[in-house]
Every structure is written in structure tokens, then in C-alpha cells.
């Protein structure tokens, strides 16, 4: 199954425990989130006006060689989070919003909040 | 800083470029995600009702050592998305939905959807 596919087909965390497939699908897209220069990177195209940045503009944005800008590229397109295209020289690249978007959907916290409080805890323990 | 405070603190993604602090602060939060184990447990302590759930209950959805499990939530308490206490001769685990909350609203779209199609990538391009 697709990454996307995956996360669609996953409930909030709220709201029921994940299952095992769920779950490996996820963690993969969420390692991809825990490095710094990959959310760097996936903040810079993500919040860009017009939507697309050029390769170019990306690795002026940081002090480090093209190759390891083009890994870190290469492990958000592979999760999903962002997608390519050469056009002459350059290649740009552009955020897929249904992916962080249902990342977020994945993280949302019930209207209400958790039930929580003193009898809730009770019912919990026996 | 607290990673909650740079959780607080920092713009969605689609807003504008994280900066260095910001990065490594929630990159950390996002690693502890990074692995379908962690998820797993972070869905059956989010998804409880009740908003508890004790130590052997966790353990006794995995195939794991007790170990391996207290190492998972650890992990998952440092970066603050769960919290525990002690009572009696059982430890219980708590989600801490502000982090969670927080995490979710990082990732989330604006209302009306990144800019996108020929006219902005053509303002991109100058």
C-alpha cells in the first residue's frame, strides 16, 4: 500500500490504538521529520509563495554540500511529503499538502480533549 | 528551552522557514515518532478512555521485553508527549495532549491550501 493510502487509512491517535501495518507506514514518514535540516527544508518549500523552489534556492539556504541536500530531498519525496520536476537545468521541488495534511489529521487532539479526572482513572485500573 | 516552549513557539510549516533552534527542537519530537513501536504505544495511552493506562497493559500488547518497552517510553517522555506516576507497584502512563496539539497544528494546512498552478509557479521562476 501507498504511503498516502496509509495514513488515510489510519485513525487519530486519539482516537484507537494503531495496527502493525499502520504503524510502520507512519514511523516512516515521521523519520523522515526527525532530522533538522529536512523539516528546515520541507518549512522553506512548504511555506513558499507559489508553491515550488528551486534545488538551487534550497541549498543556498544552508552550509552544506549539494549531495547532502539531494539525500535529504530524496528521503522527503520518497515518504510523500514533497514531489519533483526538472524543467532546463533545475529541478523544483513542491509540497504535497494531502500528506502533511493528514499527518496533522493523524496528530489531532478530540474537540473535546481526552477524558481525564479521578472517576475515568478508576474505571481504568479495575 | 522546554521542547513544548519551541513547540509553542514556532509557525506552522506552510507559514514561514523554521529556523535552526525551532528545527532541532521538534525534529526531536518527530524522531521519537519515527518508530512504529513508539506509535503503537502512543496510540494505546492516547486512545485510552480513561486518559491512563499502566505499565503491564502496554507490555502486554507487545512482544517485547520489559526492557525494550520502559526504553520506548522513556524516549516518549523526554520529548513530552507522555507523562507518568507511580502508584503502588505499577507505573501509568498519561498522554500529554498539549504536545501532541501543538505537533498536530505544525503540520497543518492553511485554511485555503498552499498557492499552487502556473501563475505563481511563473512568480516562482523570476
Chains 1, 2 share one sequence.
Not at 500500500?1 to 495496527?19: A, G, Q
Request: charged share 20%.
Amino acid at each position: 500500500m501507498e504511503l498516502l493510502e496509509i495514513l488515510e487509512c489510519s485513525p487519530p491517535l486519539t482516537r484507537e490504538p494503531l495496527d502493525s501495518e499502520q504503524a510502520a507506514g507512519i514511523a516512516r514518514v515521521f523519520k523522515a521529520l526527525g532530522d533538522p535540516v529536512r523539516l528546515r527544508i520541507l518549512s522553506i518549500v512548504a511555506s513558499r509563495a507559489g508553491g515550488e523552489v528551486c534545488v538551487c534556492d534550497i541549498t543556498d539556504a544552508f552550509e552544506l554540500s549539494q549531495p547532502t541536500i539531494s539525500h535529504h530531498l530524496k528521503v522527503l519525496k520518497e515518504v510523500g511529503l514533497l514531489t519533483s520536476e526538472r524543467r532546463a537545468s533545475w529541478v523544483y521541488y513542491r509540497l504535497v499538502p494531502e500528506t502533511l495534511g493528514e499527518l496533522s489529521a493523524l496528530l489531532t487532539l478530540p474537540a473535546s480533549g481526552p477524558v481525564t479526572g479521578p472517576a475515568a482513572a478508576v474505571a481504568v485500573s479495575r
